[in-house]
C-alpha cells in the first residue's frame, strides 16, 4: 500500500492505493475516527453494485458500522438533479445525521454525484472515495464535487474535501476496455501539465497500463494522484494555478454536453480538447512537434484526437459559451508550452477554436 | 446607518441598517469591489419585486453593474429543489461568471435558496443578502443557506457567507401584518436565548415595534442581528454554541413540516416552539414564572404559544425525527434556564415532547 498526503491545513487528508483495500475499508473508518453511531451511506451505481457493493457492507459492518446503500443508474446522466434528490431522500430516510460519512464507491460520476450530497446534506457531513475507475484516481482528489445542469457540465457544486481516499486498485481489473482507455486520458494530462518525464514514461508503458500490469498501474495512478495533489495543495479554490488541470476541458466539456452526455467518455472528450489545445497553441507559434507529440502519446491509449465530422461548429462552440472557464467574457484557455508544461492564457479568441476545430476535422486518422 | 461587523476571519462582513440603503445599493456594491464586468443576479419574489426590483436594477445599473433578474412565486414553496434548478437556469443563461454577485432582495426564503444558488453555482460565488422582511435580521446573518427536501426543511445547503447584508429598514412598511408578529419572533427569541435586558426591552416596546416605529426598529433590528453575529463569530459551524440559536425550532420545524409549509409562518412556528421548550425546562424543575414569562412576551407579539388541537402528535413527533438537530439518534434540545439564558441538552427524552404537545394542546389562549 502507498499512501500520499494531500496538504490542505485542517483539510489535509492521505490517499491510500494499494491491492485488497476494499477488506480493510471498515479498520481504516475506524483508524480515522468516522462515528460508529451513526449511519454511513454508501453511493454506488449499478454496475459497480454487484461487484464490490457487498464486500464494502459486509466489511464495514464487520467493523461496527451500521450501513445504507444507495445505487443509482451508471452513467453521466446520474449527475442530475433528480438523482441528486433520490440520493437525499435515501440518506434522510437512513437516518443519517451530521456525523454520517458518505461514502462514494465508484468512478467519478459516483464521486461527484455523492460528494455534493456529502457537501450539502444538512450542510456538509464527512465524505469518503473509494474510487473504482482510472479516471477516478482524478476525481477523487481535489475536493472538487458537482452535478449538471442541462445546460452545462459541473455547473452546480461546491469544494468539500473527503476525509480520506481509499483506492483499490484490484476494482479496475474489471473495468470495461473503453473506460480503462478513458481513465488513461487524465493520466496522460497530468504528466502533458506538469511533468515531461511521467509523460514519456506513459508513452513508454502504454501497453503494460492498457493491460493493468499492477506495478505498472499501481505506479501510474499514484503519479497522477501526486501531481494532482500538488497542484490542488497549492490551490485549492482554483484562484490560479489549479486551472492548469483543465487542460482540454473546455472543449472536451462542450463536446460532452453537445453530445448529450453519451457519445463521448470524459476521457475521450478532453483527448481531443488536448489535442485542440496543442493545435491552437501551435498555430500561435509554438513548434508543431508538440502537437504530434501530443496526438502520439493520447493515440497510443487508443484515444480520439480528431474532430468527428458530424459535430456541427456553432453547437460547440455555443457549449463553449456556457462552460465555467469564461471569466468576465473572456476565452480563458490552458494552452501546453512544452510537454510538461502549460500557461493559461486568457485572450484566446473565438476565432481560433473555430480554426482548429474544422482543421481538426480535416486531420485523417493518425497513425 | 448603523454598520456591525460579522467577526469570521478572511470572511468577516458588514451589515447596513438604515433608511435609504437600496438607494445606494450601486455605490456600497462598488466600495465592496464587487465586479463591474460580470453580471448581477437579482433573485427576488412576485411580492416584492414589484415593490422594490426596479429601483435595486436602476441603482445598480447607474454605477455601472449589468443585472439579471429571477423572480420566484413567494412562500415557503420556493426553497424546493425545483426553483433551485430554475434560479440556476437564470444564472446560466443570464452569463454569470466566477465574479458574479448573486444578490437577495427579499425574505428568508428569497435569502436562504439564492444562498444555495450562491453558495453552488459554479461551486460559489459572492452573495448579497438585502432583506426585506423583520424575520430577515435573523436569517441574513450568519452563512447559513438552504432549501428544503418533502421530508424535512432546511436538509439540502451550505454555509456560504454574504459579502455584505444592505438592510434598508424603510422595505419594513409594505409587510403584511402578519409577518410582522413573525419576524419579531425571532427578535424575541435574540433576547431569550442571549440578553434578558433585551428581552424586557422588546416587552416594554411591544406596541411600537408593531407600529414600526423607525427608532424603535432600527434599535431592536441592530440588537437582534448583533447578538446574531457574536454566535456566529463564536462558532460559525456550528459545532457548539450556535445550536442555541434554535431555541424552539425543533418543535418549531416539525409544526411547519406537517403543516406541509404553508399553515404557520416560521416565526409563529417557533413562538409554540419556544413555549414548549420553556415548558420542557418547567416540568424538569425550573421556574414556572420562565414558562409564564415566555409566553407573555410572545402573546404580546400576538404569536401563538398554544399547540393547536387538530394538530396529531404521532406526525409532530414523527416530523422531528427527520430534523437534523438529532445527534447519533439522540434528542438534542435548547432549553430555557432563566430569560436570556439557555443550555443545550441532549438527554431529552420524545416522552417529554409528548407531554408538552398534550400540555399546549389543553392550555387555554392566555391572556
Ligand atoms: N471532481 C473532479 O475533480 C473530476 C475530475 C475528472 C473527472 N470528473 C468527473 O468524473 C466523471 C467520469 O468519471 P469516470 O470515468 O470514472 O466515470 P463513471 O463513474 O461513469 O465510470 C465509468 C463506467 O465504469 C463503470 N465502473 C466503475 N467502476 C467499475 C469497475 N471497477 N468495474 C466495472 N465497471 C466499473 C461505471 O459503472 C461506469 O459505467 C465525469 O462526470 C467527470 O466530470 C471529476
Ligand atoms: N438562514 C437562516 O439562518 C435562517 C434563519 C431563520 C429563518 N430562516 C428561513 O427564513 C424563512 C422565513 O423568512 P421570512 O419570514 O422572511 O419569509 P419570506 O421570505 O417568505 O417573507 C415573508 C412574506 O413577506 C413577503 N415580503 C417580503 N418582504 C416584503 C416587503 N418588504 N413588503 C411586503 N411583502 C414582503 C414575502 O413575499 C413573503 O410573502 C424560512 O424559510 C426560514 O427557514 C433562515
Ligand atoms: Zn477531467
Ligand atoms: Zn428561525
Known amino acids: 500500500m502507498r499512501t500520499l498526503q494531500v496538504d490542505l491545513g485542517d483539510r489535509s487528508y492521505p490517499i491510500y492505493i494499494g491491492s485488497g483495500l476494499l477488506n480493510e475499508a471498515g479498520l481504516i473508518f475506524a483508524k480515522h475516527q468516522l462515528s460508529k453511531k451513526s449511519p ?5 451505481d449499478d454496475h459497480v453494485a454487484p461487484l464490490y457493493l457487498k464486500r464494502v457492507e459486509e466489511n464495514l459492518q464487520a467493523e461496527g458500522y451500521r450501513t445504507v446503500s444507495k445505487v443509482v443508474k451508471a452513467g453521466e446522466k446520474a449527475k442530475s438533479l433528480d438523482v441528486f434528490h433520490d440520493v437525499m431522500t435515501a440518506a434522510i430516510e ?3 445525521d ?4 458518505v461514502v462514494a464507491l465508484g468512478g467519478g460520476v459516483v464521486g461527484d454525484l455523492a460528494g455534493f450530497v456529502a457537501a450539502t446534506y444538512m450542510r456538509g457531513v464527512p465524505f469518503v472515495q473509494m474510487p473504482t475507475t482510472i479516471l477516478a484516481h482524478d476525481s477523487s482528489v481535489g475536493g472538487k464535487v458537482a452535478i449538471n445542469h442541462p445546460l452545462a ?3 452546480i457544486g461546491a469544494f468539500h474535501q473527503p476525509e480520506l481516499v481509499l483506492y483499490d486498485v484490484d476494482t479496475l481489473r474489471t473495468l470495461p476496455e473503453r473506460e480503462i482507455r478513458a481513465g488513461l486520458s ?3 494530462k497530468h504528466g502533458l501539465i506538469w511533468d515531461a518525464e511521467f509523460a514519456a514514461w506513459c508513452g513508454e508503458n502504454t501497453d503494460r497500463l492498457l493491460a493493468l500490469d499492477p ?3 499501481s505506479y501510474g495512478l499514484t503519479m497522477g494522484c501526486s501531481i494532482k495533489a500538488q497542484v490542488v495543495s497549492q490551490d485549492e479554490r482554483e484562484l490560479g494555478l489549479r486551472a492548469i488541470l483543465n487542460l482540454g476541458h473546455t472543449i ?3 463536446l460532452e454536453a453537445i453530445g448529450g452526455y453519451g457519445e463521448f467518455l470524459h476521457g475521450e472528450a478532453i483527448s481531443i480538447g488536448m489535442a485542440a489545445s496543442a493545435l491552437i497553441a501551435v498555430n500561435r507559434g509554438a513548434d508543431r512537434a508538440l502537437y504530434a507529440e501530443t496526438v502520439r502519446l493520447l493515440g497510443g491509449f487508443g484515444l ?3 474532430m468527428p465530422e458530424h459535430l456541427d461548429e456553432e453547437r460547440i462552440i455555443g457549449a463553449m459559451m456556457h462552460d465555467k472557464k469564461f471569466k468576465e467574457q473572456q476565452l480563458v484557455f490552458v494552452l501546453p508550452v512544452a510537454i510538461g508544461q502549460v500557461e493559461i492564457v486568457s485572450d484566446v479568441k473565438v476565432e481560433e477554436v473555430r480554426r482548429v476545430i474544422r482543421e481538426l476535422k480535416k486531420e485523417g486518422p493518425h497513425v
Chains 1, 2 share one sequence.
Not at 40 to 44: E, G, K, M, Q, S
Not at 98 to 101: D, I, K, L, T, V
Open 252 to 254: 472536451g466539456h462542450a
Open 40 to 44: 454511513v451511506l454508501i453511493v454506488t
Open 153 to 155: 457540465k459541473n455547473m
Open 304 to 306: 480520439p484526437t480528431v
Open 186 to 188: 487524465e493520466m496522460v
Open 98 to 101: 451530521r456525523r454520517s460519512a
Open 94 to 96: 437512513g437516518g443519517l
Open 215 to 217: 506495478e505498472t498501474l
